[in-house]
C-alpha cells in the first residue's frame, strides 16, 4: 500500500498577525496523534532559494498512511480547525495530493 502525500500551500493575506499565523502553526501540528494514520507532519515558510513561490507563503506538507487515512482526516474534527484557521486568514490557497510508491 502507497503513502498519500498531501500539500497545501497557502498565501496569507496583507496584513496576517503572527498570532494568526502561529495558531494555524499550532492547529497543524495538533493534527499529529489526534488523526489516525498520519504519518508524518511538516508546516512552515518556503524556505526555497529559487524565489518561486508566486506568492505562496507557507506550506503543509502531511504523509497518509493510504488513501483511507487522509479521507478520514478531512472532515475529522482537529483537521475542520486547521482549515477553518487557514480559510479566514488565506488570500489562496492549493491542495495537492500525491501517491507515493
Not at 31 to 40: K, L, Q, S, T, Y
Not at 41 to 49: A, D, H, K, Y
Not at 57 to 66: K, M, N, R, V
Amino acid at each position: 500500500m502507497s503513502h498519500v502525500h498531501h500539500v497545501v500551500l497557502v498565501h496569507w493575506k496583507d496584513g496576517t498577525s503572527s498570532e494568526a499565523l502561529e495558531a494555524v502553526a499550532d492547529a497543524a501540528r495538533a493534527c499529529v496523534g489526534a488523526i489516525p494514520g498520519i504519518v508524518d507532519l511538516t508546516e512552515g515558510p518556503s524556505v526555497s532559494p529559487e524565489g518561486l513561490e508566486q506568492g505562496y507563503d507557507w506550506g503543509l506538507l502531511i504523509a497518509f498512511a493510504d488513501a483511507a487515512a487522509r479521507d478520514a482526516y478531512l472532515p475529522h474534527p482537529v483537521h475542520r480547525v486547521l482549515a477553518d484557521l487557514i480559510g479566514a486568514n488565506a488570500a489562496g490557497v492549493v491542495v495537492f495530493d500525491l501517491a507515493a510508491t
